[in-house]
């Protein structure tokens, strides 16, 4: 039976999980996640690739894998979304958007993305996620210090307010060597355009590819200040 947990005793949750388990491995902070929560957890996935859907089948087969598909997707990751779901373990979730991409057209104009690229991630992936995991307790991300300067304190467990949930990110402490090793080790999925110069993939109106000496989310809204699309 999955304990019930009122707010304020998730937040100390996440506040004693995140200092006791700052050395785990990925496998135990994932274990942790799925003894604390049983079913009231999930994993979300760009599916850039399936490392954490794949670490987080063999902690507990049957997770819930959510995925945002924003209607601005490239080809190959909705591809890698079918994919994962037909070769692993896993229930994959598409979360959509309220509008569809021409009635966002319709009502704000069209290509919101270039006029105002925070709008456009707040309609199309921040409403419908926070929506999405209004069933869980927790929610697993790939999250990695490594990524860019903005996510080097990411803790491996952590309370997030905004969404009142624990917020796991069980390869934050991961070079980026050792997501490759994972992924040759296991054979793991991954999306065909990190082959081709992406090292972090979104939407494609606002994902370039990368030049060498790039941190990897340079390619993400190119030329702006932004980086981060508001759901961390």
Known sequence: MTTTYTPEALEQLALDAGRDLEDATAEEVLTWASKTFGNRW??????????VAHLASRVQP?????????????????????????VYPVNVITLTPRQSVAEQDAEYGPALHDRDPDLCCALRKV??????????????????????????????????????????????????????????????????????????????PCTRRVAPGEDARAGRWAGRAKTECGIH
């Open 42 to 51: 999930c994993v979300t996935s760009s599916m850039e690739d399936a490392v």
């Open 62 to 86: 049957g997770i819930d894998v959510v995925f945002l598909d924003t209607g601005y997707h490239f080809p190959e990751t909705i591809g890698t979304r079918d994919a994962v779901a037909a």
């Open 127 to 204: 409403a419908p996620l926070g929506e999405g995991l209004a069933g869980y307790d927790g929610w697993a991300t790939g999250l990695r210090r490594e990524d860019s300067p903005e996510r080097a304190d990411t803790p491996v467990v952590a309370w997030d307010p905004k969404k009142g949930k624990v917020k796991i990110s069980p390869i934050a402490r991961w070079t980026q060597d050792q997501v490759d090793a994972y992924i040759l080790e296991h054979g793991v999925l991954t999306n065909p355009l990190l082959m081709d110069g992406y090292a972090s993939i979104g939407c494609a």
